[in-house]
């Protein structure tokens, strides 16, 4: 059974871009949600989607947004980016909401 | 707002040593997990607890409800576990809130 894909693994990118990260989630499992990982701050939660539906909504600027597609495969885009948007982005895929999560191994976006 | 706490933030043992990793936090949660990543970034699920005590092979990890408060225990550890060791916490609908993380290195 095919693991949470994420595509791709690394991006540099430079100030003031946009970038689109994708994950497709194990089959089956219809709740991705995504995170930002730094050094600084650990691991914080971006947004959560079920059935096409942001279900949650982690702390972050407007600059940040995502969509989930029918067969439940997953984009985040980041416009205007900033040197702190530097990290690895990870997406995680679930049965349902609030049930075990499984981790991709996550796409390291370097802003330069 | 959840706030998860773990202890020690890093651990270096002998291989074949004992090891025990906490977690606390400060709210009810409906689950507790147990997380994994080594060098380069993926993630592995370890556990997801609610109640009690789980074990799969050299890992045990516990949860006392009342004391807020679990454990991740390796036996026997070995080289190959050393890695960064998260908790993660949820409660209801609301999204997972992580730990800082554990750094562990065995050395052999």
């Keep these: 059974k095919a693991g949470v894909t994420q595509t791709p693994r690394y991006l540099i990118k430079t100030r003031g871009q946009q970038v689109t990260l994708s994950c497709s989630p194990i089959s089956g499992h219809r709740s991705v949600s995504w995170y930002q990982q730094t050094p600084g701050q650990g691991l914080q939660f971006l947004f959560e989607y079920f059935s096409e539906t942001q279900r949650n909504k982690g702390n972050f600027p407007g600059r940040f947004s995502g969509r989930q597609f029918s067969n439940s495969r997953s984009e985040m885009n980041v416009s205007t980016l900033e040197l702190g948007d530097s990290a690895l982005y990870l997406c995680a895929s679930s049965l349902q909401m609030n049930t075990e999560a499984f981790f991709g191994q996550g796409t390291r976006l370097t802003v330069v | ?108």
């Design chain 2, 1 to 108: 707002k959840n706030e998860v706490e773990q202890s020690p933030q890093n651990l270096t043992a002998q291989e074949g040593e004992f090891i025990t990793i906490n977690c606390s936090y400060s709210v009810g949660i409906s689950a507790l997990h147990w997380l994994q990543q080594h060098p380069g970034g993926g993630i592995v699920s370890l556990f997801m607890l609610s109640s009690g005590k789980k074990k799969h092979g050299r890992l045990i990890a516990t949860i006392n409800i009342q004391e807020k408060h679990s454990s991740l225990h390796i036996t026997a550890s070995h080289p190959r576990d050393s890695a960064v060791y998260i908790c993660a916490v949820n409660s209801g609908n609301t999204p997972l809130v992580f730990g800082k993380g554990t750094r562990l290195s065995v050395i052999a």
